[in-house]
């Protein structure tokens, strides 16, 4: 619907009335009834007006009156954004594009208190890697856990790329509970990805690297390097990646990139794109050429086809070897078995998408023009029938690409990732060429493509990756926005465009500068499937989700014990004060602060911040925190709130002193 205020000056009309409410704060009555038409015709001159000034034109008021958001409305969907390399998740409201927050999980984030002192120290502490704390990683893939295909908005999964690891975000608090460092790989990329039902989270590596990362010379690669695809099991019941019962697929070293996992009838199958097949290591130094053009010299790579049940079953059967405890089924096995089948790609494949009905699989080619569509059922009948072209050097079975595929679109320039609606469209990100690409999955052909700002990487769909797709919205991630925004130095924000996808003709509603990591993929989810919590039980640990066996439930009972060197704090807040408010500890003590909130109603958070010690927890409603540290600095140490909770909220502060030795 394109609306034109000049004719809708001559009849008035609802969706006018609506444009200059939303603009002008004209009151509510001005909306309904007859009295709308010339209430709106009185305020469209000054709506006029205002464009005018503000150089908007009639298409500027429309999508400002698709994304306008009142205070007090919340949005239809939100979204879970990577934050990339700040190692963090960016929730974002649609169509409003307004960031609601930032969850702390690879890196401390201190306004939640994430990292500081508290019990998430102990999150971070175990995505350490090889004994070394990371307290950065590059985020790419967020995915919402599913139940029949479809978002049931209970938790969400990311992978860092940077340090192979992949995190639980629970999405009763949006809080961080679980990150898993991956003991065998150097990096990952193709994740966090799950199956219908979230049986699995699945990450697989992206720059092969000797499993379990031991020491072999590049001259090694092709015989000790490898990739590998992890299925990590997830336990609902108790929101965690359960280790023990995970496993891995070993993988040829031809640096996998993308995955998804199949849905209906693929379910039970993964799929992983590649682009390496030609196994360059580079050696610029040395004159060679650079893994950049040394890995484009084919013309095809391989998409690896996992048959992750079959897998499964052969690791139950004891078919799996050991590496750093975790249960790996070889190469040759999975070669053998069935378990794993290649079928070219073209040019520098990326993105690899199964399509809602999940008959088939999208790939982009990086260096080719094309998406090509795969067709399961095809690929199901060659390998069922062991039809192949060949094997590869590790004996892995090859099919045949034209005897794989449903078809390839004309795309344009650089086609990377692809999403889809409820309508039988497919939406590609096509990174050279900046637009996105409509096209008909029934008819393999491009309908349209919308020019973005600039560079598009990924693209979202709401709903996009569950198996009935809502439509309606497409977010362009842009990784470049040149013009777009008020310049803020050399390093500018990266650029998440709105599309609305309900018209004949795709249209951009709104920019949003992301201004913190260069963001990968996202996912869009329907407000109404999650379920946060406003606060806490009494007493709760968000990390047990049970009452702490330290926590403080009344005033009375917070106390002060010394055992020896070391010194428990029974400690409790609420508005405006901390019980106990003078601690006096020895240098050298062990001090464990139990520190529980008492407070019920919604919205009222204290922190409690000790500078010098790099203490800052934040308390939720009903939040439990166990801190600990070694007094080791003598002296007067003020701590205080850091929320401003109330009128007297900078009087709640003490004051903790270390008497020296
Ligand atoms: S990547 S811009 Cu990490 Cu998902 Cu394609
Ligand atoms: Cu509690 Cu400020």
């Not at 094997?391 to 045949?400: A, E, H, L, R, T």
């Not at 500078?611 to 701590?639: R, W």
């Amino acid at each position: 619907m394109q609306l034109s205020i000049g004719k809708a000056l001559v009849m008035g009309g609802a969706v006018l009335g609506v444009a200059v409410a939303a603009a002008s704060c004209e009151n509510k009555a001005e909306q309904k009834g007859p009295q709308a038409a010339s209430g709106a015709l009185g305020a469209s001159a000054s709506l006029k007006q205002l464009m005018d000034s503000r150089g908007l034109s009639e298409a500027d008021v429309e999508a400002a009156v698709k994304t306008y958001v009142p205070g007090g409305k919340g949005d239809e969907y939100m979204i879970f954004a990577s934050g990339g390399h700040s190692g963090q998740v960016l929730v974002i409201g649609v169509p409003s594009m307004r960031l609601l927050k930032v969850i702390g999980v690879f890196s401390p984030e201190p306004w939640q208190g994430y990292g500081y002192g508290g019990e998430s120290d102990k999150v971070l502490a175990a995505g350490a890697q090889n004994g070394k704390k990371i307290s950065w990683a590059d985020v790419h893939h967020p995915n919402l856990s599913e139940t029949k295909g479809d978002y049931d908005g209970q938790f969400l999964f990311v992978n860092d790329k940077a340090n192979g690891r992949v995190a639980v975000v629970d999405l009763t608090d949006f809080v961080t509970k679980q990150i898993v460092p991956n003991p065998l790989v150097a990096s990952d990329h193709g994740g966090a990805f799950v199956d219908p039902n979230t049986e699995y989270v699945i990450e697989t590596s992206q720059y092969p690297a000797p499993l379990g990362r031991a020491y072999e010379p590049l001259s090694e690669y092709k015989n000790k390097y490898r990739g590998v695809a992890m299925f990590w099991k997830f336990d609902r019941q108790k929101g965690r990646i359960d280790v023990e019962k995970s496993f891995a697929v070993e993988l040829p070293p031809y640096t996998q990139d993308l995955a998804d996992a199949g849905k209906l009838g693929s379910d039970g199958w993964a799929f992983i794109n590649s682009f390496n097949t030609e196994m360059a290591i580079g050696g610029t130094l040395e004159g060679k050429p650079p893994i950049e053009s040394g890995a484009s010299k084919n013309d095809m790579d391989y998409l690896h086809v996992i048959n992750w049940k079959k897998a499964e079953q052969l690791v139950k059967d004891g078919k799996a070897t050991t590496i750093k405890g975790m249960k790996v089924l070889p190469l040759k096995v999975s070669g053998e078995e069935g378990v794993l089948t290649l079928v070219g790609e073209p040019k520098s494949p990326h993105g690899c998408d199964v399509t809602p009905d999940g008959t088939a699989v999208v790939v982009g080619g990086k260096l080719d023009t094309h998406a090509t569509v795969y067709d399961f059922a095809k690929m199901k009948a060659l390998i069922d029938q062991k039809k192949f072209e060949g094997k590869d050097d590790y004996g892995v079975p090859i099919m045949n690409f034209k005897e794989a595929i449903r078809g390839q679109v004309e795309i344009g320039l650089g086609p990377l990732h692809t999403v889809f609606d409820d309508k039988g469209f497919a939406y590609t990100s096509v990174f050279i060429e900046s637009v996105v690409a409509k096209w008909s999955l029934k008819d393999m052909k491009t309908v349209e493509k919308l020019p973005v700002h600039y560079n598009i990487g990924h693209i979202m769909a709401a709903e996009g990756d569950t198996v009935s797709p809502d439509g309606k919205y497409v977010v362009a991630m842009n990784k470049m926005s040149m013009d777009r925004f008020s310049k803020v130095g050399p390093l500018y924000p990266q650029n998440f465009q709105l599309v609305d996808t309900t018209g004949d003709q795709m249209r951009i509603l709104i920019d949003a500068p992301i201004g913190i990591g260069e963001p990968h993929y996202s996912q869009m989810i329907k407000i109404d499937k999650l379920k946060p919590i406003s606060a806490y039980k009494p007493g709760e640990n968000p990390y047990t989700g049970h009452v702490d066996p330290n926590a403080v439930l009344k005033e009375k009972d917070a106390k002060i014990v010394r055992n020896g060197t070391t010194v428990d704090v029974y400690m409790t807040a609420i508005r405006s004060h901390f019980v106990p408010d003078q601690i006096e500890v020895n240098e050298g003590d062990t001090v464990n602060i139990h520190l529980t909130s008492l407070e019920s109603a919604e919205d009222q958070v204290h922190g409690f911040a000790l500078n010098m010690y790099n203490v800052n927890v934040s308390l939720e409603p009903g939040k439990h925190e166990n801190i600990s540290f070694k007094a080791d600095v003598p002296g007067v140490f003020p701590f205080f709130c850091t929320e401003f909770c109330s009128a007297l909220h900078l009087e709640m502060a003490g004051y903790f002193l270390v008497k020296p030795k």
